[in-house]
C-alpha cells in the first residue's frame, strides 16, 4: 500500500547546494495519463544545480524539489494509462523543463515520459541516464543529422553529455574524436573515441578540421572555436543556448549553427533503453549518495569537471 507521506529534497529559495532540506511531503497523486513512480534512484544534473542557485528553468513556488532523471517501480496509475501496470521498472526525464519533483521517494510523471528499465540494468545506472541521453541523442541525430561515416568532434567528451555523446556517435558509425583533459584521454579512448586532444597547449584548429558536426556542451567561446575545424556545410551544435551572434557567425564561417534544448521523448528512451541493455551505451555512475546527502551532491559537481554521473539512493 502507498503511504500518504514521503521523504523529498526540497528548496524553500534560490542559493548554494545547503539550501537543500529534506523533509517530509504528501505523496501526490496521479492524474490522467500519469503514473506513480516509486523512486530508486534520482541522477544529478547541472541543470538541477543552476536551477537551485536561480540560474536554471523557472520555479513558479517554494518549496520546490527538484530533479528530473528517475528510475523506479510504478507504484500506482491514473486513468487512461495503457503502456505501464504496478510494479513495471521505469525510467525517464519527466515534464522537463517543468519542475519533476524527482529528488523524493515518490514522484508522479506522465506516462509518455517513461520508457521501460531493462532487465540486468540498476536503477542508478539507469537514472544516470535520461538527461544526458535524450540531449546526446537530440543533439547528434536530429539537429546534427548524423550518418554512418561522419566524422563527429566532441568538445568535452569526459563529461556527462559528452560521454554518452561519444559512445552513441561511435554505435552509429562515425569516426569521433573528443576533446579532453590528459588525465582523461584513456577514459575516452575507452568509450571508443578513435582520438582524443587535448588543445589547452596546441590550437584545436592546427588538431582536427573536416569535422562534419561538432557537439559544443560548454557554450561561450568554445561555439566560435568550433567553428574553426568544420568543414563548410558542417553543423556545430550547442548545447546553452542561442545568442545573437551564434548564426551570423557560424554564416561566415560557411557553417550551420544548431541549438539543443532537450526535451522529453518516451520512444527516443525506449531506443536508448534497447542500446543500455545491449551495452552500446554504458553511462558512467562516478559516485551514488544517499538522499541525505544530497547537497553533498550539488557541492562536488559545483567544478563542471566530474567524470561520471553523480546518482541519489533513494531507497536507503
Known amino acids: 500500500m502507498t503511504p500518504t507521506v514521503m521523504r523529498a529534497a526540497v528548496i524553500d529559495a534560490f542559493g548554494a547546494p545547503d539550501a537543500l532540506r529534506v523533509r517530509e511531503l504528501p505523496v501526490p497523486r496521479p492524474g490522467e495519463?500519469?503514473?506513480?513512480?516509486?523512486?530508486?534512484?534520482?541522477g544529478v544534473n547541472a541543470i538541477d544545480?543552476?536551477?537551485?542557485?536561480?540560474?536554471?528553468?523557472?520555479?513558479?513556488?517554494?518549496?520546490?524539489?527538484?530533479?528530473?532523471?528517475?528510475?523506479g517501480t510504478v507504484a500506482a496509475t491514473g486513468p487512461g494509462v495503457r503502456r505501464f501496470t504496478e510494479g513495471d521498472a521505469v525510467f525517464g526525464m519527466p515534464r522537463f523543463p517543468a519542475l519533476a519533483g524527482g529528488y523524493a521517494e515518490y514522484a508522479v510523471a506522465p506516462e509518455a515520459d517513461l520508457a521501460a528499465?531493462?532487465?540486468?540494468?540498476?536503477?542508478?545506472?539507469?537514472?544516470?541516464?535520461?538527461m544526458v541521453g535524450l540531449t546526446a541523442w537530440q543533439t547528434l541525430f536530429e539537429h546534427g543529422g548524423l550518418r554512418p561515416g561522419h566524422r563527429v568532434l566532441v568538445s568535452g567528451a569526459a563529461g556527462g553529455v559528452?560521454?554518452?555523446?561519444?559512445?552513441?556517435?561511435?554505435?552509429?558509425?562515425?569516426?569521433?574524436?573528443?576533446?579532453?583533459?590528459?588525465?582523461?584521454?584513456?577514459f575516452v579512448r575507452s568509450l571508443g573515441a578513435h582520438r582524443v586532444v587535448d588543445y589547452r597547449?596546441?590550437?584545436?584548429?592546427?588538431?582536427?578540421?573536416?569535422?562534419?558536426?561538432?557537439?559544443?556542451p560548454m557554450g561561450g567561446a568554445e561555439f566560435f572555436r568550433l567553428l574553426d575545424v568544420v568543414r563548410p556545410g558542417g553543423i556545430v551544435v550547442t548545447l546553452k543556448g542561442e545568442g545573437p551572434d551564434h548564426r551570423r557567425t557560424a554564416q561566415d564561417h560557411g557553417v550551420r549553427a544548431g541549438f539543443t534544448y532537450v526535451h522529453p521523448d518516451g520512444p527516443v528512451l525506449g531506443r536508448l533503453a534497447g542500446l543500455l541493455a545491449a551495452g552500446a551505451v554504458r553511462p558512467v555512475v562516478a559516485r551514488t549518495l544517499p538522499l541525505d546527502e544530497v547537497a553533498a551532491a550539488h557541492a562536488s559537481g559545483e567544478d563542471g569537471h566530474a567524470r561520471g554521473r553523480l546518482v541519489l539512493d533513494l531507497t536507503s
Open 33 to 42: 495519463g500519469e503514473v506513480l513512480v516509486r523512486v530508486h534512484a534520482a
Open 49 to 71: 544545480r543552476a536551477t537551485r542557485a536561480g540560474r536554471g528553468v523557472g520555479v513558479e513556488r517554494f518549496p520546490a524539489v527538484l530533479g528530473w532523471d528517475v528510475s
Open 117 to 130: 528499465k531493462p532487465d540486468g540494468v540498476g536503477h542508478a545506472e539507469a537514472a544516470s541516464l535520461p
Open 162 to 186: 559528452g560521454h554518452v555523446a561519444v559512445q552513441l556517435a561511435v554505435d552509429a558509425g562515425a569516426e569521433v574524436i573528443g576533446t579532453a583533459s590528459p588525465a582523461n584521454h584513456d
Open 201 to 216: 597547449t596546441v590550437p584545436l584548429q592546427k588538431e582536427v578540421g573536416d569535422v562534419d558536426l561538432a557537439v559544443d
